[in-house]
Structures are given as structure tokens and as C-alpha cells.
């Protein structure tokens, strides 16, 4: 995450780290399952750009000008929690306001500091994994939750939002168990999933076509990271762990050639 040519990134320990010519850790997240969110997001009322990071039941956040953190913002502030998720709570700003996914919920926090618990309600079946804008929607990733025999079927529902509207506008889904992240780029949307091996879909504005498949002679689990998907010079770069069948894991940075919209 960048903020006025500094970086930012979001350790799995809960660790928030800062690049500004040399790193350092501002902050560690002391509540319960840190790690899972980075968004970024303007204050009106504080004339202040905060760095906001997400917990399994919490948000909290960092003032970087004046070097202030709090990871309980959300319960001290508001005196509310996020829906709990003990993996994922991606953070996406779209205009003046932050989504947060959160299990089948999208809370959201408009620049005004205007807090919204549930802004949006999925099914009950699905947990939001990653977010993207695509046009004027928001897209949102999902992947099926196990029902009682650990049975998770082969499609990962993929909800076009508008950001007002009570439901949401549509739905097309992803024919794989595991949506790992959403990226878009110059309106292009892609989706990458894993179910044995890696796969990158593009969306074409009715489905999900296969636009690549990832090397994986052996068949083995191929898993991408929804934070660390970026655009850089004239490709998409992501990381990748690969799990061998003799448990090696190995990870990875790899490049994607983008596609143009005419």
C-alpha cells in the first residue's frame, strides 16, 4: 500500500511495516487474529489520511504524519466490531470510501468517518476472499464455506455491486473450489484461482474465460495471495507458493503480460 511515496505492508503476525528509505515496524496488532486487511483512507473531519488494518473482529489504525496507532480503533472509536473472520478482511477503496470484506458481509467507511456494519449482505453459503473495482462496480470474490461433510462444490461465486443499492446487481461465477484474489487493471478484470493447479481467468463482461494456466507438471497446489498482486511497468507481477507432493513448498514471483480494452 503506498501513501505519499512511503510503503506499507501487513506482516501475518500483525506486524505494520513502513518503508521510508529504510523499514521499520510502527505497530503490532495485539488483538486476536491480526493480519487479515490494509486499506487506506482520507478523514475529512481530521484533514488526515489514516492507514487502516483489520483483525478478526477489529479495525484499527495508523496516522502516519503524526506516528499514531491504535489496533482497536473500531471498538474504542465506534464501539463496534467487524464481522468476524479468522482469514480475510480485504480492504478496497473505491471514490471516498473504504470496503472491508467480512465473511458474507461489506462494511464500508466513507471519508466523513460514517461506519457501516453491514452495507452489504451475501449469501450465507459464500465468504468474501478479495475485492476489485471494475467500471462503476464494485466486484467482490467469494469462495463457498464447507457445508457439514467439509464438501466445498467447484464454483466460486464472483457479486458485482454498485456500492448503493440494498442487494447486489450480479452475479457470475468461477468454475473453481478456491477464488484466491480479484485484480483489475485498465479495466480489465482478472480472477486467480487454484484448485490443483494455478489458474488466471479474465472476465469478458458476461463470464470468467481461462487466460492462462500456470506451470504445474505436477499437479500440486498452487496457491495465490489476494496482497501481493500489483501492477509494475508493462506487466502484472504475483506471488505464488506451490506446494509440492513431497511438502517442499516453494514461493514465487511471477509476471503476467497485460491485456487492453480498445
Excluded: C
Excluded at 32 to 55: C, E, H, Q, R, V
Excluded at 70 to 75: C, R
Amino acid at each position: 500500500l503506498e501513501h505519499n511515496g512511503d510503503l506499507f505492508f501487513l506482516g501475518d503476525a500483525g506486524k505494520l511495516y513502513r518503508r521510508s528509505g529504510i523499514w521499520a515496524v510502527e505497530g503490532t496488532d495485539g488483538e486476536s487474529n491480526p493480519g487479515l486487511g490494509l486499506g487506506k483512507l482520507y478523514d475529512t473531519g481530521d484533514t488526515a489520511t489514516y492507514i487502516y488494518f483489520a483483525s478478526g473482529a477489529n479495525v484499527g489504525r495508523y496516522e502516519p504524519s503524526g506516528d499514531v496507532y491504535d489496533d482497536d480503533w473500531l471498538t474504542a472509536v465506534k464501539g463496534d466490531s467487524i464481522d468476524s473472520d479468522t482469514k480475510y478482511h480485504p480492504m478496497k477503496l473505491w471514490g471516498d470510501t473504504l470496503y472491508i470484506g467480512a465473511g458474507r458481509y461489506i462494511a464500508s467507511m466513507t471519508e466523513g468517518a460514517t461506519w457501516t456494519k453491514r452495507a452489504l449482505t451475501l449469501p450465507a453459503s459464500v465468504r468474501v476472499k478479495s475485492l476489485a473495482v471494475i467500471g462503476n462496480l464494485l466486484a467482490i470474490g467469494t469462495t463457498e464455506v464447507p457445508n457439514s461433510y467439509n464438501w466445498i462444490p467447484r464454483e466460486s461465486p464472483v457479486f458485482f455491486w454498485d456500492g448503493v443499492s440494498a442487494s447486489f446487481n450480479n452475479m457470475i461465477t468461477v468454475n473453481e473450489s478456491y477464488l484466491d484474489a480479484l485484480y483489475s487493471d485498465e479495466n480489465v478484470l482478472y480472477a486467480f484461482a487454484h484448485t490443483r493447479g494455478g489458474v488466471i481467468y479474465v472476465y469478458t463482461g458476461a463470464r470468467f474465460e481461462i487466460l492462462r494456466h500456470m506451470p504445474n507438471p505436477g499437479q500440486d497446489l498452487q496457491v495465490f495471495y489476494a496482497g501481493g498482486i500489483d501492477r509494475h511497468r508493462d506487466g502484472i507481477m504475483f506471488a505464488m507458493t506451490h506446494n509440492d507432493t513431497d511438502g517442499e513448498i516453494k514461493s514465487g514471483i511471477w509476471s503476467l503480460g497485460r491485456k487492453r480494452t480498445a
